[in-house]
């Protein structure tokens, strides 16, 4: 049984994700995505901008982005780390900006956490200016070309994640009727892993809260996942490897 994830009780360790992880093509599509004339002029908004990661990745280079996220954990986080932010508190399916006011809007495995995923489209459309763009990223647990070692041995959260996420031929009519043209997915990330046991649990990927995977499950369902899979390892004399082959899908629509 799938359960809700508390963002606040998490904020202090959701940024070591980014430390396990290679984000380099979802870092190349969003600069590609926030470049152009006259960005500048308007906002760049990120809807889900958790403890700030991307919005401290875009300063960097020198990119000024909104954040907006509903926990006020994950804002508290993102306000103390290094260099200015601009943060609100708000939901995503009632944005906070007047219409035509934003540039660009995007959301990085954020929009499976909205509760209105239609309403937010709409929004976004709203307030996007002529010629803006949304951009969407996240994984597609419904096309059965990925394979991931959580979904292998904890069948739950691959059930949880058909439920919670849409696929992105879904997105594209959901972004297509709410008013956005030239609607397109690629794939922005791909990422085939391997790990030995000891050296996934070592690195925190075995952690209950390293993904939001892991954390929707239930305890006894989290519990059962990593008995299967010590005693899968013990059986190999620690050799077992755990194996993922997930693409990340961006989906971008703009504002005519």
Same mark, same amino acid.
């Given at each position: 049984?799938?359960?809700?994830?508390?963002?606040?009780?998490?904020?202090?360790?959701?940024?070591?994700?980014?430390?396990?992880?290679?984000?380099? +093509?979802?870092?190349?599509?969003?600069?590609?995505?926030?470049?152009?004339?006259?960005?500048?002029? #308007?906002?760049?908004?990120?809807?889900?901008? /958790?403890?700030? #990661?991307?919005?401290?990745?875009?300063?960097?280079?020198?990119?000024?982005?909104?954040?907006?996220?509903?926990?006020? +954990?994950?804002?508290?986080?993102?306000?103390?780390?290094?260099?200015?932010?601009?943060?609100?508190?708000?939901?995503?399916?009632?944005?906070?900006?007047?219409?035509?006011?934003?540039?660009?809007?995007?959301?990085?495995?954020?929009? #499976?956490?909205?509760?209105?995923?239609?309403?937010?489209?709409?929004?976004?459309?709203?307030?996007?200016?002529?010629?803006? +763009?949304?951009?969407?990223?996240?994984?597609?647990?419904?096309?059965?070309?990925?394979?991931?070692?959580?979904?292998? #041995?904890?069948?739950?959260?691959?059930?949880?994640?058909?439920?919670?996420?849409?696929?992105?031929?879904?997105?594209?009519?959901?972004?297509?009727?709410?008013?956005?043209?030239?609607?397109?997915?690629?794939?922005?990330?791909?990422?085939?892993?391997?790990?030995?046991?000891?050296?996934?649990?070592?690195? /925190?990927?075995?952690?209950?809260?390293?993904?939001?995977?892991?954390?929707?499950?239930?305890?006894?369902?989290?519990?059962?996942?990593?008995?299967?899979?010590?005693?899968?390892?013990?059986?190999?004399? +620690?050799?077992?490897?755990?194996?993922?082959?997930?693409?990340?899908?961006?989906?971008?629509?703009?504002?005519?």
């Amino acid at each position: 049984m799938s359960q809700r994830v508390d963002y606040d009780r998490v904020a202090d360790v959701y940024e070591s994700r980014y430390v396990r992880n290679d984000y380099s +093509g979802v870092e190349q599509a969003l600069a590609a995505f926030v470049a152009g004339p006259g960005i500048d002029e #308007h906002v760049i908004l990120e809807v889900g901008c /958790g403890a700030g #990661h991307w919005l401290h990745w875009l300063g960097q280079a020198n990119v000024t982005v909104v954040g907006l996220d509903p926990a006020a +954990g994950m804002l508290k986080v993102a306000r103390a780390a290094p260099g200015s932010r601009r943060l609100i508190r708000g939901r995503a399916e009632a944005l906070p900006f007047v219409s035509t006011s934003c540039r660009r809007l995007f959301c990085v495995n954020a929009l #499976h956490h909205f509760e209105n995923p239609g309403a937010f489209f709409r929004e976004a459309r709203r307030v996007l200016t002529a010629g803006g +763009g949304l951009m969407t990223i996240g994984l597609d647990p419904h096309n059965g070309q990925d394979e991931w070692w959580i979904y292998e #041995h904890f069948p739950e959260a691959l059930v949880a994640d058909q439920k919670r996420y849409w696929s992105t031929s879904r997105i594209r009519e959901l972004m297509a009727s709410s008013g956005f043209d030239g609607c397109e997915t690629r794939i922005i990330q791909h990422r085939p892993w391997e790990m030995t046991v000891s050296a996934a649990r070592a690195g /925190g990927f075995m952690n209950r809260t390293s993904t939001s995977q892991l954390m929707v499950i239930s305890d006894s369902e989290y519990e059962a996942g990593a008995k299967r899979i010590d005693a899968a390892d013990n059986a190999s004399d +620690g050799q077992m490897t755990l194996r993922s082959n997930l693409r990340l899908y961006g989906t971008t629509g703009w504002a005519a």
